[in-house]
């Protein structure tokens, strides 16, 4: 099992920057993928961006150069830095991961940090 606790959302006016970020314990030497998911009122949960246990990472191609995703290994950590917000990205964010084990693959996500800009 995988436990997953954001921390960073809130409120910021359009044009400013936020971090999250993602703290996992429990077995998390069996996590591969981790990263950021977010969903807006009345949308479909996105992906925002992800990062592997090697480095290499994968951005939602709209927000490629504003957010930038990082993960320490050794504290078992993944942020999200956001630069030149809009009120587009008003969004839940969700931290998720996805761990291998005996070839299964589980998906966890975290609670979910409320990020709002202001226009």
């Known amino acids: 099992q995988v436990q997953l606790v954001e921390s960073g959302g809130g409120l910021v006016q359009a044009g400013g920057s936020l971090r999250l970020s993602c703290a996992a314990s429990?077995?998390?030497?069996?996590?591969?993928?981790i990263g950021w998911y977010r969903q807006a009122s009345g949308k479909q949960r996105e992906l925002v961006a992800t990062i592997s246990s090697s480095g290499s990472t994968t951005y939602a191609d709209s927000l490629k150069g504003r957010f930038t995703v990082s993960r320490d290994n050794a504290k078992n950590t993944v942020d999200l830095q956001m630069n030149s917000l809009k009120p587009e990205d008003t969004a839940v964010y969700y931290c998720?991961?996805?761990?291998?084990?005996?070839?299964?693959?589980?998906?966890?996500w975290g609670q979910g940090t409320q990020v709002t800009v202001s226009s």
């Open positions: 998720h991961a996805e761990s291998y084990s005996d070839f299964v693959l589980t998906v966890y």
């Open positions: 429990g077995d998390t030497f069996s996590i591969n993928d």
